[in-house]
């Protein structure tokens, strides 16, 4: 391989030489961030995997012609950036059951689950590491913060380059010039795509972040409500349940479309136990910045819990204001739950 001029830096140039552990070295520090930036632009977890993969492939490809005009970092968002613009070109966008259709009444059975495809998924924070706090003087969002369920469906919503630019100015803090660079455009298409990106995105957000909530919360307080939540459905006491609901209170199950709003219709819905004991165990996590548990249901031939849901919590105060219960649990394990629950 021939290296371009410029690459001073020794671990660069091995690299640009063909050395992969050199490569793999330079590249690890930037994984896990380089990842949630897919999870961002794409709002799949499985789809950002597929997405890190090929940009870090394109990376190693078109390394030997890295001059060193920006740095490392920049320039592998660059290519990130790009395989994701490329993904959304081939797909529908993915929505949370809000999105997708009008709120059911209560006493409606649950239809027929919607291909995976169709919803965001989850994202195993504290699993795969995010770190904390902005990049860069440009970015209004804490990078955890830019992880919650409410801030990755808003930004879903936007056209694909309206989304990059929110993401690289607002998240990762790049400089117009940088994020017009990333996207082949001009410092004015990028600033007007951005201001049109930040009126439509605030405007689906929620007046405070679960970053916020949490903080004000404690620990202490924090767990309370989780210990609360997970004996209230073992036991199967749905007056429990409902009384840590806010009154316009949201549960949903991805990939069943059907969603119900208001304390009343959640308790009247399919969502809430039917039995006592129920048969559920729950384990606490986090995804997306936010509380979660793993929801367990008895198998009565192994004696064993088997997963059947995440559950993932937003608190409004000290009261429950959305459920959302994604049924896949392919990916328990990458968010520290064991499968089964013994």
Request: with cysteine; charged share 30%.
């Amino acid at each position: 391989m021939s290296v371009a001029p410029g690459i001073e830096h020794a671990g660069l140039r091995k690299a640009a030489g063909g050395d992969h552990e050199a490569f793999r070295a330079l590249v690890e520090e930037h994984r896990a961030d380089l990842h949630a930036h897919c999870y961002r632009m794409l709002g799949s977890l499985h789809d950002a995997d597929d997405a890190l993969q090929e940009a870090l492939l394109r990376a190693w490809r078109a390394l030997p012609k890295f001059r060193g005009d920006s740095s490392l970092r920049t320039w592998l968002y660059r290519i990130a950036t790009n395989v994701c613009l490329d993904a959304i070109a081939r797909r529908p966008k993915r929505v949370l059951p809000v999105d997708y259709g009008p709120p059911t009444p209560g006493g409606e059975d649950r239809g027929r689950a919607l291909p995976e495809s169709h919803w965001i998924e989850p994202y195993p924070d504290e699993e795969i590491g995010v770190a904390d706090g902005a990049e860069g003087p440009d970015a209004r969002y804490e990078r955890r913060e830019a992880l919650e369920l409410a801030f990755v469906a808003a930004l879903q919503h936007l056209p694909a380059r309206q989304r990059a630019a929110l993401i690289l100015r607002d998240v990762l803090g790049f400089s117009a010039k940088e994020a017009a660079a990333t996207l082949g455009a001009t410092v004015p298409s990028v600033n007007g795509a951005l201001a049109r990106a930040r009126e439509a995105t605030e405007s689906r957000l929620p007046d405070r972040s679960q970053q916020a909530t949490l903080r004000s919360l404690g620990d202490r307080r924090l767990r309370e409500i989780v210990e609360r939540f997970a004996d209230a459905f073992e036991r199967g006491d749905v007056g429990d349940v409902l009384a840590m609901l806010t009154d316009d209170a949201v549960f949903s199950m991805p990939p069943h479309p059907e969603w119900c709003r208001g304390r009343e219709e959640v308790g009247e819905s399919w969502l809430m136990p039917s039995r006592e004991p129920t048969g559920l165990r729950y384990a606490r996590t986090s995804a997306n910045g936010q509380l979660a548990l793993g929801t367990y249901a008895l198998d009565e031939e192994t004696g064993e819990y088997a997963p059947i849901a995440l559950d993932v919590l937003a608190l409004r105060e000290d009261l429950i204001g959305e459920v959302i219960a994604f049924r896949n649990t392919g990916a328990f394990a990458r968010f520290g739950l064991p499968d089964p629950l013994r």
